[in-house]
């Protein structure tokens, strides 16, 4: 093996130290940044509200400096509950992957809010380790963070999320339920198909019915046609009733054209306006909002 000389290592590792700078070896920090990024901890670190978000932006500015000061906010057991949630927040946001253990940690906080924060900066960090984790607190007896755990989980790949947030359909909290909703209208899957079909017709949630129409429509779901028939002429929620017209068209399915045909009368312009869409794509025509012409046309294709 041929020996490389002192001066070509210290050649190479010079050129190293140029090209990739303070990221191959660490920032030294100089005395004014460091009492920067204290100042800022400290208020972040206050009781009061006030002084918790100047520190929150002011560290934010400072950036992916700050983030080893940030952890150890998480490791001290007196900081306030406020200032901790506010910290997961902001490590998330800095998409600090060297936090990722400690915020998997802090996942046990007795603070269901703190708990919470945790869940929603996991979710922006996107680290896949993070995934079995966050599946677990879908388990958590707190609402807020079950839902904050769903919408976390879209950032991952993980094939049984999908599966997992098809159970939550049939949470006893609505936000749950929008937030399941919004997985599988994230993360399309013929297999949730049956789910959706029955959460458009029965849920409580407006926003529930909505989501679970559009997660139809991108899935194609043929089985679905029915359903998005009777919801576009009868759901009670205008915004239900424009997805479904929306996701009818995506079906691509001529028997949804007299339905949506229809659909033009409803008093709400969303639903016009999704409606006259989805026939123009069905049909070729473009006869815009205008019902009459519509009904013509759909006459003079059957006699």
Do not use: H
């Not at 926003?207 to 779901?221: F, H, S, Y």
């Not at 424009?242 to 009368?265: F, H, R, V, W």
């Amino acid at each position: 093996m041929n020996k490389k000389s002192p001066v070509f290592i210290c050649a190479l590792l010079f050129f190293v130290i140029v090209l990739f700078g303070d990221s191959c070896f660490g920032k030294n920090l100089s005395s004014i940044e460091i009492k920067k990024i204290e100042d800022g901890i400290a208020k972040i670190k206050e009781q009061a509200r006030g002084p918790q978000r100047a520190g929150y932006m002011e560290l934010k500015v400072i950036g992916a400096d700050a983030v080893p000061f940030l952890i150890e906010i998480l490791n001290d057991k007196n900081v306030n509950r406020e200032s901790r949630r506010m910290t997961c927040l902001l490590l998330g946001e800095l998409k600090a992957r060297e936090a990722v253990n400690m915020l998997i940690y802090t996942l046990k906080n007795d603070s269901y809010t703190v708990r919470e924060a945790a869940c929603k900066a996991l979710g922006e960090i996107k680290d896949s380790k993070a995934a079995e984790p966050l599946m677990g607190m879908l388990q958590d007896i707190e609402a807020k963070v079950r839902a904050q755990a769903l919408y976390s989980l879209i950032n991952f790949s993980d094939k049984r999320i999908s599966l997992e947030a098809v159970k939550f359909l049939k949470d006893n909290n609505q936000e749950v339920r929008l937030a399941a909703a919004t997985v599988l209208n994230e993360k399309i899957s013929k297999d949730t198909s049956e789910a959706l079909r029955t959460a458009l017709e029965k849920d409580s949630y407006y926003q529930v019915r909505a989501t679970c129409a559009q997660a139809l429509g991108k899935i194609k779901d043929i089985n679905a046609l029915d359903v998005l028939i009777w919801s576009v002429k009868e759901d009670k929620d205008a915004t239900v009733r424009a997805a479904c017209a929306t996701s009818l068209g995506q079906l691509n399915d001529k028997k949804a054209i007299p339905a949506l045909i229809e659909a033009l009368s409803d008093e709400y312009k969303d639903v016009q306006l999704n409606t006259s869409r989805s026939l123009a794509g069905l049909t070729g025509k473009n006869f815009g909002k205008d019902y009459q012409a519509w009904i013509e046309w759909y006459k003079s294709q059957n006699k």
